[in-house]
């Protein structure tokens, strides 16, 4: 069962436009929303994280949005540039589990 | 600072061979874990600890086994691999358990033939 779905799975957006990735959960006990940004060869690294109290993070370029009603949220890139092409994979946990995503590859053409 | 650092990189290996992967961080950090990552899975945790001299199952666990000897150093075994354990392994440490960032070492991608 999968426990944090993840859409699309793969994006093309041209630069200077905007970028947008989609998760759902399922475990309301879920209080700790990171999003993670991997290049090709490399482990993934943490880009953005939100907790629950929160509707929206922005850092940057990059925004996120909760809704926690609806057990969903997203990771908004803004100005996309070339250099943000690689996959994105959200996650969700609590104290006892963290569930990532399956991952959106993500190509910004120039 | 290295930061978590797999070793090795690139591995292949014949159906019923046994080999260890390592793991080694320099931040002193109390959590360590291992995941695998298969294209369209995401990430898959297959064990963790919380400390020197404890281990944990994650979602994946069979076929895997762990030590934690050394607070900085987190190793995977695969006793007798099988072709479905083809695939990318990171391991990630982290101050706290999930409710804090985890950093990722680079990966080692392993082929089981």
């Known amino acids: 069962q999968q426990q944090v779905k993840q859409s699309p799975q793969s994006l093309i957006v041209q630069k200077g436009g905007i970028s947008i990735i989609n998760c759902a959960y399922e475990?309301?006990?879920?209080?700790?929303f990171p999003w993670y940004q991997q290049f090709p060869g490399k482990g993934p690294a943490l880009l953005i994280a939100i907790r629950p109290d929160v509707s929206e993070k922005k850092e940057g370029r990059f925004t996120i949005s909760f809704n926690k009603s609806a057990k969903q949220f997203s990771l908004h890139i803004m100005d996309s540039q070339p250099g943000d092409s690689a996959t994105y994979f959200c996650a969700a946990s609590d104290n006892n589990d963290m569930r990532f995503g399956a991952g959106t590859r993500l190509t910004v053409k120039p | 600072n290295a930061g978590v650092t797999q070793t090795p990189k690139f591995r292949v290996l014949k159906t019923g061979q046994s080999m260890t992967l390592l793991c080694a961080q320099d931040?002193?950090?109390?959590?360590m874990y291992w995941y695998r990552q298969d294209p369209g899975m995401g990430l898959r945790l297959i064990h963790y600890s919380v400390g020197e001299g404890t281990t944990a199952k994650g979602e994946v666990p069979d076929g895997y086994n762990v030590s934690r000897l050394k607070k900085q150093n987190f190793l995977l075994g695969l006793e007798s691999a099988a072709p479905s354990q083809t695939s990318v392994y990171f391991c990630?440490?982290?101050?706290?358990?999930?409710?804090?960032?985890?950093?990722f070492g680079d990966g080692t991608r392993l082929s089981i033939l």
């Open positions: 475990n309301t006990a879920f209080d700790y």
């Open positions: 990630a440490s982290s101050f706290g358990r999930n409710n804090q960032p985890q950093h």
């Open positions: 931040m002193n950090h109390e959590y």
